[in-house]
Structures are given as structure tokens and as C-alpha cells.
């Protein structure tokens, strides 16, 4: 099916490319149907020749990076069902680092430290599916990371001065949060869109009402993670937009049946692309036209039903998916899923929408055909858009200036190459491809599915995130990573816009918490080891750490005891990092270079425990322990 259905699209890719392909331009949708013809599913599909290219072997160099040398870019990687955030170096690809947001990480103690415990508040699980940065003038700004968990509706943003995650807040009122996307001009706000309808408030009442069901496109504050306001709608919002000045957002809109099941989210032929605007949104929140929802004090401005000066809804085909700004801030493109198109729609047009000068419809400048089931857009800053394709399992390229000029007749081809991935692709992201300065150097494809490219292990197969050189005329495939479930999304950001620290700096909000417990206890945390009593069954137990050394050889408690160990690594070193664990109590967690961490257990039964440090930091790290006596 996958076959016949392909060579279907590039037939009528062909029929479409049919005059510049005969004038001996190259031809993506030719040079796919001719590698499909003669069963070529290399790298490059180019028509040219006719034969596959060698490109994988030509190209591997370029994306190489030698031992001991630095990337040109940091990719975020979203961790899907993991909960974390992943760092991957670019064109290497080799991860670099996992950050735990919403999940329990053994190995930091990330869940089980008393402030991770406290932003996750009881949860150990997440579904991380979009991660972007926050921006100023357009470009990144280096400051914070945004991750949505679709599973509890939560927005988590990650400090990257030290790559740890700092806030988690709940999205009242949603379910599924979905799509987010902070604004691109300053950093203000991060829009979340939640995509499963519900009744609102969802307190028992019209369960078996779907009419009455609706969804929420939520604003929040980047800088102080508060809930500013939502915007109630009637259909499942899916994936999230930004402009580049801060006057609209974005989200696509399947289900607009309003039905709850498969078949009948599937029924219509058109849904559509919110626009909000934002500046109208806010005058009526500040005007007092808002209501709240159950408990929640966050104002809501109902904008169901008609379109109005809140929201504009966009008639785009058939179930659209993913949604993507250009880089000049011009267009947004939204990939059809069930419709073979992409809808792009020109965002200078929005004006004259909400004004009521125009239908919502005539903002749309090209709908170009780019294959089966297009997910996700990136571009290269040169003109050209690249969008996932999944049944079909290739990205495509094209040029957004002759889809426009094919819009309005003229015989032009704006599909420029198809090209295979391996298989059945996701997001797809660029160099910098969501900011001003897209760059198109590199372009990965986030596949859902390896199958055959890596060796079996067991039922759950990796991913497979592919690496494309996008700096020359056509995509050429440099790389197959495989990954760990499942990064749904990926951005990738110029190296030299983010700067971490190696050495915790202790300006957190979370050195608060651990300053007012020192104060209580008269205790200074960087340098005195000390057993303080709480009252009845309950101490604190501060103590310093430095290669190969606990500050305290020994501590007693009683069984049954509510101990809080606060563990202050003295060191100044860079990466040299200490732990704390507790045999048979499930204590284990890291204490990088000038960090503290607390984490509370109960004294088990009585006996001797060897507390020992799990990070290698010294000669002397195995002997880097001490007796916890529980009597
Ligand atoms: S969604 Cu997963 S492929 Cu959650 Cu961004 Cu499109
Ligand atoms: Cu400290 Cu090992």
C-alpha cells in the first residue's frame, strides 16, 4: 500500500514538474518516481543521471565530528513518553545530556529530591512532546527551555544557565496539553493549546454532551510561569504558532465535527487554523469580559461559536497537523495530515480578516501538493520549506515563492526533491529554522519507526532521528541515530547562543528553600556538618562534601525517623560532581560541583549503613563514605 500509494503522488508530482523537469532542471518528484521505478531508496534521488547517488558515503565527513572536537549546534530533543528533555550536538548527533522535567531519574534523584518533589507533586511520569526556547528580537535569547507534558497538562521551562529544570506548572481547566510556542519577539508569552475537549468546568456535569465539550488555548507568562489567561474554543486545538511582532497565535484545529470517535473526527472534509488576537484577547481580559472556570481564579474569554475579534478560524482541508512560521515571519504554513497540501497562509492578510474586510479564507496564498499525510515544516531561510511527509516516509522540499505563483495559475512546480527517510516521519526540524535566522545547514527527520536500520533489540525498537545536509541543492542523508522514546520534536539552536555554567551558581529559587532551612537551624550550608534534632521523630542532617571526603564520618538517627539529609558539595572544580546513598533505604541522588540537595527518607530498621558517594570522583572514591547508625 505504502508503495502504490507513493508512486501515485509522484506521478502527479511529475505530471505538475512535467515542463521544468523536461527542460533538464532536476526534479525531486521525478527523481523519486525513477528511484521507486528502479527500486533505489538511496540517499539521493537525484534525476540527473537517473542512478542513485552516493551521497550517504560522500557527505558522511561533513556531518563528522572528530573526537575531542565541539559541535556547531545544540539540539533539543523533546523525550516523549521518557518525560525529559534531551541534548543532542549537531551534526554529530551524539546526546549529549538527558534533563529530567516530568519523570524519575535514578540517576540525579531527579523525583525523589525534596525540590524536584515538590514541583512534581506526586507524579513521576510525563509525555513530553514540543520543546522551544525563549526568544528576543526574533532569535533565541539563550535563557529558558519550554517542554509541555500532553499527560497531566503541564508547561516546565528549563534554566539553561544550568540546564535544570526550574518551574512545572499545571494548565487549569485542559487536558492533553499539546502544541506550545512562546512568542518570538520578546520574552512574553508561551501559548499552550489543549487538544482533547472536555466539559468546562469538568466536574461531572455534561459527560455525555459533546456539544458542550470545548478546548483552551492558555497563555502563560514566560518570565514568572503564571497563568495569564485562556481562550475557551469549541474544537481540538493541535499544534502552536507564534508571529514574529506578538500580535497573533496560532493552532490547528482537526475534530471541528465535535465527534468522540474516530470516524466521526474524521468525517468533514475541512477544519481549521485559529488565529487569536492577542491585543483583543487582552483588552477584554483587562476589561473585566471574562468568566473563570471551577476553582481555577485564571479569566477565561469564551470565544466559541462565530467568529469574532478573538479568534479567526482559517478553512484549511481535512485534519490539519503541524503549523510553522517562515522565517521572514510572512507565512504560516499549516501541513494538511489527511489532506496531501500544505495550506499557507499570508499573516499580513490577518488584518484585514479581523477587520471583516476580507473572508478568513482569502488569507490563504498556496496550497501546494507535497505527498501523503504532511506532518511538520522547516525552512532554510533561502525561500525553501521542508515538510515531513509520514505515509508517504520522505521529507519534501519546495519553494514557498512558486507555490504562491502556482496558486495563482501559473505553471510552475514548486516541489523541488523528494527524499526517503526510514520511516514514517514525525517532526522535522532545521538549523535555526524557527527563528529569523534560519541557516540551512542541517535538517533532521524525528522517524517514528527503524524496522531494518539497526540491530533487533526486542519488540520495542528505537526511533530513528536522521540527519540531512540541507546547504546544497538537494537533501543528502549524513546520519541515522537512533533514539530512546520517543522526541517528538527537536529545535536546534547556533552554538554560540547558549552559554551554561559548569559550577552550580546558587542564585536558583531553590537555594531559598535551602538558605531559610539553614537560618532556622543556625547552621551555615557551605561549611558546618550537623545532626539537628526537629522535635519528636524527625532530624536534618547537614553535611559538606569534597574529593574523596563526607564532611561527616558518622550519624546517628532512630528507626522509624524522618531524616532529611542537606548535602553541600564544597568543590569549585568543574564536573566534579558527588552523590549521596543509602543502602537499602532508596537514597541516591547527585550534588554537582558548589550545588546542595536535600532529599527526605525514613530510618529503617536498626542496623549499620555504609553511606557512600556513587559519582567517580577521586582515587580515593570508593573510600569516600560514612556510617549511618540507626539505633
Ligand atoms: S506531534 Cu508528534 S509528530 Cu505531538 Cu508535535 Cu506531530
Ligand atoms: Cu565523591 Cu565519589
Not at 515571519?329 to 480578516?353: N, R
Not at 515544516?377 to 520522505?394: C, M
Not at 532556622?520 to 550550608?525: H, T
Request: glycine content about 10%.
Amino acid at each position: 500500500m505504502k508503495s502504490s500509494s507513493k508512486a501515485k503522488q509522484n506521478n502527479s508530482d511529475q505530471a505538475l514538474g512535467r515542463r521544468r523537469f523536461l527542460t533538464g532542471v532536476s526534479m525531486a518528484g521525478g527523481g523519486a518516481a525513477l528511484g521507486a521505478m528502479t527500486g533505489c531508496d538511496g540517499g539521493d534521488n537525484s534525476a540527473k543521471n537517473g542512478k542513485s547517488g552516493n551521497a550517504p558515503k560522500a557527505h558522511a565527513n561533513k556531518a563528522e565530528v572528530a573526537p575531542g572536537k565541539l559541535d556547531d549546534y545544540y539540539g533539543f530533543w523533546s523525550g516523549g513518553q521518557s518525560g525529559e528533555i534531551r541534548i543532542v550536538g549537531i551534526p554529530s548527533m551524539r546526546e549529549l545530556k538527558r534533563i529530567p522535567v516530568f519523570n524519575r531519574d535514578a540517576a540525579t534523584g531527579w523525583g525523589a529530591t525534596d525540590f524536584s518533589k515538590q514541583l512534581l507533586k506526586g507524579t513521576q511520569s510525563g509525555d513530553t512532546h514540543h520543546v522551544h526556547l525563549s526568544y528576543d528580537k526574533g532569535t533565541y535569547d539563550g535563557r529558558y527551555v519550554f517542554v509541555n507534558d500532553k499527560s497531566q497538562a503541564r508547561l516546565a521551562r528549563v534554566n539553561i544557565k544550568t540546564m535544570e529544570t526550574d518551574k512545572i506548572i499545571d494548565i487549569p481547566n485542559a487536558q492533553g496539553t499539546h502544541g506550545i510556542f512562546p512568542q518570538r519577539h520578546k520574552t512574553g508569552l508561551v501559548f499552550c493549546n489543549s487538544e482533547f475537549r472536555t466539559p468546562l468546568p469538568n466536574d461531572g456535569r455534561d459527560l455525555d454532551d459533546p456539544k458542550k465539550y470545548a478546548a483552551l488555548h492558555t497563555a502563560i507568562d514566560g518570565e514568572t510561569m503564571e497563568v495569564k489567561w485562556q481562550v475557551m474554543v469549541e474544537g481540538n486545538l493541535d499544534l502552536c504558532a507564534t508571529d514574529y511582532k506578538g500580535l497573533y497565535s496560532f493552532a490547528t484545529c482537526y475534530n471541528s465535527e465535535g465527534a468522540v470517535t474516530l470516524e466521526g473526527m474524521m468525517a468533514s472534509d475541512q477544519d481549521y487554523c485559529y488565529v487569536f488576537n492577542l491585543a483583543n484577547i487582552e483588552k477584554a481580559v483587562k476589561g473585566g469580559k471574562s468568566i473563570t472556570l471551577g476553582d481555577s481564579p485564571v479569566p477565561v474569554i469564551d470565544a466559541r461559536g462565530e467568529n469574532s475579534e478573538f479568534v479567526t478560524r482559517v478553512p484549511v482541508p481535512k485534519s490539519p497537523h503541524g503549523v510553522n512560521i517562515d522565517p521572514t515571519g510572512k507565512y504560516a504554513i499549516c501541513s494538511g495530515k489527511l489532506s496531501p497540501t500544505c495550506t499557507v497562509i499570508a499573516i499580513d492578510k490577518l488584518a484585514e480578516v479581523f477587520s471583516g474586510k476580507i473572508k478568513p479564507r482569502d488569507s490563504v496564498v498556496a496550497e501546494p501538493e507535497v505527498g501523503l499525510g504532511p506532518l511538520h515544516t522547516a525552512f532554510d531561510g533561502k525561500g525553501n520549506a521542508y515538510t515531513s511527509i509520514f505515509l508517504d516516509s520522505v521529507m519534501t522540499k519546495w519553494n514557498i515563492a512558486d507555490a504562491l505563483k502556482q496558486f495563482k495559475g501559473e505553471d510552475v512546480n514548486p516541489i523541488l526533491q523528494k527524499i526517503d527517510v526510514h520511516y514514517q516521519v514525525g517532526h522535522t526540524n532545521a538549523s535555526m529554522s524557527e527563528t529569523k535566522d534560519a541557516d540551512g545547514k542541517w535538517l533532521v527527520a524525528l522517524c517514528k519507526f527503524s524496522k531494518d536500520r539497526f540491530l533487533n533489540v526486542g519488540c520495542l525498537h528505537p526511533e530513528n532521528d536522521q540527519l540531512f545536509d540541507i546547504s546544497g541543492e538537494k537533501m543528502k542523508l549524513v546520519h541515522d541515530g537512533p533514539t530512546f522514546p520517543e522526541p517528538h520534536d527537536a529545535v536546534i539552536v547556533k552554538s554560540d547562543l547558549i552559554h551554561p555554567t559548569s559550577i552550580q551558581p546558587r542564585t536558583d529559587d531553590r537555594f531559598k528553600m535551602y538558605a531559610d532551612w539553614a537560618k532556622e537551624d543556625g547552621v551555615n550550608l557551605m561549611k558546618d556538618n550537623k545532626v539537628i534534632a526537629k522535635g519528636p521523630g524527625k532530624v536534618r542532617v547537614y553535611m559538606t562534601s569534597m574529593a574523596p571526603k563526607f564532611g561527616m564520618n558518622e550519624f546517628q538517627v532512630k528507626s522509624g525517623d524522618e531524616v532529611q539529609v542537606i548535602i553541600t558539595n564544597q568543590d569549585n572544580v568543574e564536573d566534579l560532581s558527588h552523590g549521596f546513598c543509602v543502602p537499602q533505604h532508596d537514597v541516591n541522588f547527585l550534588v554537582n560541583a558548589q550545588d546542595t540537595q536535600s532529599y527526605t527518607f525514613v530510618a529503617g530498621k536498626p542496623g549499620l549503613y555504609w553511606y557512600y558517594c556513587p559519582w567517580f570522583c577521586h582515587a580515593l572514591h570508593l573510600e569516600m563514605r560514612g556510617r549511618m547508625m540507626v539505633s
